[in-house]
């Protein structure tokens, strides 16, 4: 469990490093896609290691990134309207 929560968390890590560093977009397929991939394995690593609020953090956050990727690949626009 401990390699899997180090793969989710790299995943994450390096979507939110390329984002601040201008690298990937927020509403960018890269980006959404290892979120997507982090967090879902967080949120198993979570679930195995009975840990409420971890899961609930990864579960929300897993969902909430889910979305915006189907939106992106049905070419509406994700994330702010300013």
Excluded: C, H
């Excluded at 979570?46 to 939106?71: H, I, R």
């Amino acid at each position: 469990m401990d390699v899997a929560q180090v793969i989710g968390a790299v995943f994450v890590l390096v979507a939110f490093a390329a984002l601040q560093f201008g690298r990937w977009r927020p509403d960018g397929l890269l980006y959404l896609v290892a979120n997507v991939v982090g967090s879902a394995t967080l949120a198993v690593v979570a679930a195995v290691g009975g840990d409420p609020g971890f899961l609930l953090l990864e579960t929300v956050w897993t969902m909430v990134t889910v979305w915006s990727l189907v939106q992106k690949l049905r070419g509406k626009r994700v994330g702010a309207t300013q």
